[in-house]
């Protein structure tokens, strides 16, 4: 369980360097929620991973002499997502953000079929709900 301080850090956190977004695997795949952070800092990022879940990326330098390695926290697994959002939502401050937290909390579990099957009306739903996160 994350304390009061920590959730309200990473909402800072989240807030400024983080993403909050749906994005497909593969193309034939529906979307699924993801939150990212970048950071040069890998400490950071290895300290955030220990509270969240995720794995650490490292983003091609192509440009060493002139720019720091960065590095991105991934969090994909739905547990982790929603347990760190609704640890987080009473303090994140960027009203996108903000939005795309609450769309995912209520909204994402019920036009996401687990069999990833969807009837024709389902699919609707599914396509509007998307359209509703991306238009925040």
Partial sequence: MLSRTEAAYLAGIIDGEGTIT???????????PVISIASTDKELLIYIQQLTGGYISSKKNYHP??????????????????????????????PQKIKRANLILHKYNIVTRRNGKYTPDALI????????????
């Fill in 22 to 32: 749906l994005t497909k695997i593969n193309r034939s795949e529906n979307r699924r």
């Fill in 125 to 136: 739903s599914k396509r509007q709900f998307e359209h509703d996160f991306f238009s925040s």
């Fill in 65 to 94: 002499s002139f720019h720091k390695n960065s590095f991105s926290l991934i969090i994909k697994n739905k547990e982790d997502i929603f347990y760190l959002l609704k640890s987080i939502i009473p303090y994140l401050r960027i």
